[in-house]
């Protein structure tokens, strides 16, 4: 599968991949938890001072983080036609700050190292029966899958760009449902034969 990791090091790959993981949950609860235009506005500055400082490492996810805020744009336009000024403010800026703190996550950590602390933080549910490393190969399928099909889409949209000069958009649908159905075929075939059934 393919990877939003980026291999240009930056000081935030310098950072244990729990200490990251548990500033991106903390921040982000933080997002919701206030409703003050000026707190989100500043929020809004230190995502967007944190993606510059991350410099080339962003190269991969640019078109990606584009299209977060145009979507943060249609929702805030949602809100606008229905006279909710403020909420469409809180509404974009929160949406656009979490993606940033995801993304920054996402360039700068390895997913064995996002699945070695999820593994560290599920191991004490064994004294409760449950076989948490089954549930943190779940969660490092969801987070890989997830990763895998924006990779694919940016491979779909170049590849649709090289061929017309125009952006693929809905009409990338159908060939990446077709490849991300055959990525989870090979993945579950793979588990299957490792695992035994």
């Known amino acids: 599968m393919g990877s939003l990791y980026s291999e240009h090091l930056t000081w935030l790959h310098r950072w244990p991949a729990g200490a990251k993981l548990a500033c991106m949950a903390l921040?982000?609860?933080?997002?919701?938890?206030?409703?003050e235009l000026w707190l989100l506005a500043a929020a809004g500055l230190a995502c967007a001072?944190?993606?510059?400082?991350?410099?080339?490492?962003?190269?991969?996810?640019r078109?990606?983080?584009?299209?977060v805020l145009v979507a943060a744009a249609l929702v805030a336009g949602f809100h606008l036609w229905l006279g909710r000024p403020?909420?469409?403010?809180?509404?974009?800026l929160r949406l656009a700050c979490a993606s940033t703190l995801g993304v920054a996550l996402t360039v700068t950590t390895r997913p064995t190292d996002l699945l070695l602390v999820l593994d560290?933080?599920?191991?004490?549910?064994?004294?409760?029966?449950?076989?948490?490393?089954r549930l943190s190969l779940q969660l490092a399928l969801m987070l890989r899958?997830?990763?895998?099909f924006f990779v694919?889409?940016?491979k779909l949209d170049e590849a649709h760009r090289l061929r017309t000069g125009r952006p693929g958009g809905l009409r990338l649908i159908a060939p990446l449902t077709v490849q991300m159905l055959q990525a989870a075929q090979r993945v579950a075939d793979a588990l299957y034969a490792r695992l035994g059934g």
């Open 27 to 35: 921040l982000g609860t933080l997002l919701f938890l206030f409703n």
């Open 49 to 61: 001072l944190l993606w510059c400082s991350l410099g080339p490492a962003t190269h991969k996810v």
């Open 63 to 67: 078109r990606l983080i584009r299209s």
């Open 86 to 92: 403020d909420v469409a403010a809180v509404s974009a």
């Open 120 to 133: 560290a933080l599920l191991a004490p549910l064994a004294r409760l029966g449950l076989r948490p490393e």
């Open 145 to 148: 899958f997830t990763e895998h």
């Open 152 to 154: 694919q889409w940016q």
